[in-house]
């Protein structure tokens, strides 16, 4: 099965995991931009990391990654909902070097929002980007956050994009050694086995002297959210004279989704009626 999140438990420890398995998904994302093989897997490592962590979050939740920097790349944003789908995508302004965060995206800083859903507040986490790769960085933002102690495991190449977690729960800790134990056998892991092994596989791999229990999947997909109704909203958060500028200058307004490239056009009368309407009365919502 491709395109899953599984959970798994490490029985009589407070350890839980989830493997993430990204294909169908990541050729979606792969399909829109052409990027560079560097970008490329930084990318697909963000979305493994993000379809990870929203692994808890409710169905109307989402989880938002970004990382920003002053280096060759400069923008790097994921985006994982509660209902398994992931969006993302990478800016870069000259040829991105491999090896360490610190080169490829100059002084960064990563910032984590999250939306737990069922109308909780939303929570933002802001840090320097350290470490040199995105699952230190990450580890990093976990630990300065006193987050529950988090490890990641990430890789992209492409043809997919692959992650592991591992957390140790609070609670009463009647092993006090399996996270250690857990993660140290987890370090041993090649990114090649966490693209290519089936779950089953790597989870024998890797704690064939525990006593693993692996969960139910879930699937996990590409959905964008973007819609004409949510373009319209923007484009009247924007101001009538700002949208009647552009219109002015171009004959109609064009807005391209940087996540998935769909086109949205609106031309005089779309505009008059944008401005005119305010919100639409319910049952209207969808028009074209
Ligand atoms: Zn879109």
Redesign the pocket.
């Known amino acids: 099965m491709t395109d899953t999140l599984n959970r798994f438990i490490l029985e009589t420890t407070n350890v839980r995991g989830e493997w993430v398995h990204l294909d169908a998904t990541w050729q979606a994302l792969l399909e829109r931009y052409a990027y560079p093989p560097v970008v490329r897997d930084l990318l697909g490592q963000a979305l493994a990391a993000v379809a990870l962590l929203s692994a808890t979050i409710k169905f109307d939740g989402s989880l938002i990654l970004q990382v920003t920097g002053s280096g060759p790349v400069n923008l790097l944003v994921v985006q994982a909902s509660g209902h398994g789908t992931v969006r993302g995508l990478a800016r870069w302004q000259s040829e991105v070097p491999a090896g360490d965060l610190a080169a490829q995206f100059g002084d960064g800083r990563m910032v984590m929002t999250i939306d737990p859903g069922q109308g909780r507040e939303r929570y933002q986490g802001i840090v320097p980007l350290e470490g040199s790769s995105l699952s230190a960085a990450l580890e990093g933002y976990f630990t300065r956050s006193e987050q529950l102690p988090t490890r990641l495991w990430l890789a992209a190449d492409g043809q997919r994009a692959a992650g592991l977690l591992l957390q140790a729960l609070p609670g009463e800790d009647r092993d006090p050694d399996a996270f250690n134990r857990a993660t140290t056998l987890a370090d041993t892991l090649q990114d090649q086995e966490l693209l290519e092994l089936p779950v089953q596989t790597l989870l024998h791999r890797l704690y064939h002297e525990e006593d693993v229990r692996l969960l139910d999947g879930s699937p996990v997909s590409f959905r ?3 819609s004409r109704e949510r373009v319209g909203e923007m484009l009247r958060n924007l101001g009538r004279p700002e949208v009647d500028s552009i219109l002015e200058d171009e004959g109609r307004v064009e807005v391209n ?1 940087e ?2 490239n ?1 086109g949205y056009r609106f031309d005089a009368v779309d505009v008059e009626q944008l401005f005119t309407e305010g919100e639409p009365p319910p049952g209207s919502r969808t028009r074209h």
């Open positions: 964008c959210g973007c989704c996540f998935c769909a």
